[in-house]
């Protein structure tokens, strides 16, 4: 009896653990793509020329995008990372 309530312990110590870990990978995942969006907003900030356009990611494509477009894209983008994170 004592060895099944151990054992049982252990198995689920072990679940919390592993949800644990995976739960801190999603979050340093999202911290990385937050730092990322905040970079290229940055980047377009400073590097603006009026009526220029931006080549931009989107999905698993790329596309050319007017600047403040861009920006816009990058700005929403970024509140819903922020959001997901906390």
């Given at each position: ?28 995942a999202l911290d990385f793509r937050r730092q990322k969006t905040r970079e290229a907003f940055r980047a377009l900030k400073n ?40």
């Amino acid at each position: 009896m004592d060895i099944e309530k151990t054992q049982q312990f252990l198995i689920q110590t072990e679940t919390a653990a592993q949800e644990i870990l995976i739960t801190k990978d999603e979050l340093v995942a999202l911290d990385f793509r937050r730092q990322k969006t905040r970079e290229a907003f940055r980047a377009l900030k400073n590097d603006m020329v009026p009526g220029e356009k931006a080549w931009m990611s989107v999905g698993n494509m790329f596309v050319k995008t007017r600047t403040l477009k861009a920006q816009n894209l990058l700005e929403r983008g970024s509140i819903k990372l922020t959001c997901h994170s906390i």
